[in-house]
């Protein structure tokens, strides 16, 4: 109505829509190619400018994968050590592990209020010690380790394997420490047999020979309440550290507990030498440890040698682009292509054209005509734990639905092509003589047959003409044409004209 002259005012009351929806409709009509331009559109945002870029995001896939135990703290110290900008922060990292499927989103529990959080105020101050089991041979055998921490320091002072947790082998352990690092002020201790004769027998109070040794080291023994696990916390939390980052890797794994103790050895070290802890601002333990330590002190690194912290972060220009071979796919008319099982958005305008994906270094890009048009995170499914990459197949693809759009109806010519809007369109020799319909979706003309795709070409043709096009949707007619008395005619057709089209006399 607005077309033929009504006022947008006057339509837009009768409708009962606002004068804004009119306009947009009629700018979508002229620039989406009529009605087929006019139907619901999400009203999702294409992008959203402060997200967090692809690259960064599957860098975080990348640390997850390959340390399954970092949690999002843990993953943002390493991208800020590698120098990524901008540092995305933990609630945004967290994120992208749920996103990709590494974390199971669950509420986390509440802390308990009559929780009481402490810590001694210098090094040496108190250790605290236990005993855990799980240490396996690989023929089966249980070990157990006479396991000791510092409490300010966070400083793993004893880590001994034995083959039963006895009084003499937790002894010769805790003597071992005292040697290397010097006495502590007092050890923290549960109610063990091996620690204390507190429950004796018939409520029998006796001296154990771990008491024997703190007494003649001037060591003040402390115990802690019955059925009080979180007490001796801090040694209980390198326990879980210890079995998520070394037996999930060294667990039945050596012959004999020599090697197996090489190996727990090599992993304290690189605990309280090379690894952050949170609690102690993302430094080593040695760190604070060295604080502590008194003259002639033993420590685990030479006097001085205090590991040098990681330069600042030095930004980079980012690596161009390689282009890789990738396999060929066709944008939907939502802006999504599927690749190994998942959708991924392309920009809407490229709806109905052929696109390349590449899949790699977690990355997926998605080209078009050699231009890197979108960026995502690959994404795999959960059905393994096995890193391996999805296996892309360019085979024969099957046909695709024709978009619904206004469309009009040409018949093939005997070259293979249709004419629209005054353009030759390649339809192909198999289609020859047959009646396709051309429509325009997004940028693109689109050729059907039966419902079904044909095939798709960029708009070659002036935009101009379409109205005129789809005035005619079966073409112009045929016009009838008489030829001069006695000449002899000889009629050719041009190539790549429609069937209709008048024929070109040649005497």
Same mark, same amino acid.
């Given at each position: 109505e607005v077309l033929e002259g009504a006022s947008v005012t006057e339509v837009a009351?009768?409708?009962?829509?606002?004068?804004?929806? %009119?306009?947009?409709?009629?700018?979508?009509?002229?620039?989406g190619g009529g009605l087929?331009?006019?139907?619901?559109?999400?009203?999702?945002?294409?992008?959203?400018p402060h997200q967090m870029g692809p690259a960064t995001e599957a860098r975080i896939v990348e640390i997850r994968r390959a340390h399954p135990a970092w949690g999002a703290d843990r993953i943002g110290y390493q991208l800020e050590r590698d120098g990524i900008i901008p540092l995305p922060g933990r609630t945004s990292i967290y994120r992208a592990l749920v996103r990709n499927g590494l974390v199971s989103p669950g509420q986390r529990k509440r802390r308990r209020a009559d929780y009481r959080r402490w810590e001694r105020g210098r090094p040496m101050e108190l250790?605290?010690?236990?005993? %855990?089991?799980?240490?396996?041979?690989?023929?089966?055998?249980?070990?157990?380790?006479?396991?000791?921490?510092?409490?300010?320091?966070?400083?793993?002072?004893?880590?001994?394997?034995?083959?039963?947790?006895?009084?003499?082998?937790?002894?010769?352990?805790?003597?071992?420490?005292?040697?290397?690092?010097?006495?502590?002020?007092?050890?923290?201790?549960?109610?063990?047999?091996v620690f204390t004769g507190r429950f004796g027998p018939a409520g029998i109070s006796a001296e154990v020979l771990f008491d024997r040794i703190c007494a003649e080291n001037g060591i003040r023994h402390l115990l802690t309440a019955p059925r009080s696990p979180t007490t001796?916390?801090?040694?209980?939390?390198?326990?879980?550290?210890?079995?998520?980052?070394?037996?999930? %890797?060294?667990?039945?794994?050596?012959?004999t507990v020599a090697e197996l103790q090489a190996a727990l050895d090599a992993w304290v070290d690189h605990y309280n030498t090379e690894r952050p802890h949170q609690a102690l601002g993302m430094r080593p333990p040695i760190e604070r440890f060295q604080l502590g330590a008194g003259p002639g002190v033993e420590t685990v690194v030479e006097p001085g040698a205090v590991p040098a912290m990681p330069p600042a972060a030095v930004v980079e220009p980012s690596p161009r682009v390689v282009?890789?071979?990738?396999?060929?796919?066709?944008?939907?008319?939502?802006?999504l292509i599927s690749l190994g099982g998942f959708r991924y958005r392309v920009p809407i305008v490229l709806a109905g054209e052929p696109v390349e994906a590449v899949a790699a270094d977690h990355l997926v890009r998605i080209f078009h005509r050699e231009v890197l048009v979108a960026e995502h995170v690959q994404r795999r499914k959960p059905d393994t734990g096995q890193q391996r990459e999805v296996r892309l197949r360019q085979g024969s693809r099957r046909p695709r639905r024709a978009t619904d759009a206004m469309a009009v109806t040409r018949v093939v010519d005997s070259s293979g092509y249709v004419s629209f809007a005054g353009t030759n369109y390649r339809v192909g020799n198999a289609w020859r003589r047959r009646s396709v319909e051309v429509s325009i979706v997004a940028g693109s003309v689109?050729?059907?047959?039966?419902?079904?795709?044909?095939?798709?070409?960029?708009?070659?043709?002036?935009r101009v003409k379409e109205h005129g096009a789809f005035a005619t949707p079966n073409g112009r007619p045929r016009?009838?044409?008489?030829?001069?008395?006695?000449?002899?005619?000889?009629?050719?057709?041009?190539?790549?004209?429609?069937?209709?089209?008048?024929?070109?006399?040649?005497p």
């Open positions: 009351r009768r409708f009962k829509v606002s004068r804004q929806s %009119v306009h947009s409709w009629l700018t979508r009509y002229a620039a087929g331009g006019l139907g619901d559109r999400s009203s999702r945002p294409h992008g959203c250790w605290q010690m236990d005993v %855990v089991g799980g240490f396996h041979l690989a023929d089966g055998v249980e070990l157990k380790a006479v396991s000791g921490i510092d409490d300010n320091s966070r400083f793993g002072i004893s880590a001994k394997l034995v083959r039963r947790a006895t009084a003499g082998p937790v002894c010769e352990a805790l003597l071992a420490a005292l040697r290397r690092h010097g006495v502590p002020d007092q050890i923290l201790t549960d109610n063990g047999k001796t916390g801090k040694v209980e939390r390198w326990h879980k550290t210890m079995r998520a980052e070394f037996l999930t %890797v060294h667990d039945y794994q050596h012959a282009r890789l071979p990738g396999v060929q796919r066709w944008v939907d008319q939502h802006g689109q050729l059907a047959c039966d419902g079904q795709i044909v095939r798709m070409h960029p708009i070659r043709h002036d016009q009838p044409y008489d030829a001069p008395a006695g000449a002899a005619v000889k009629a050719k057709p041009l190539r790549g004209r429609p069937a209709g089209r008048a024929l070109t006399p040649t």
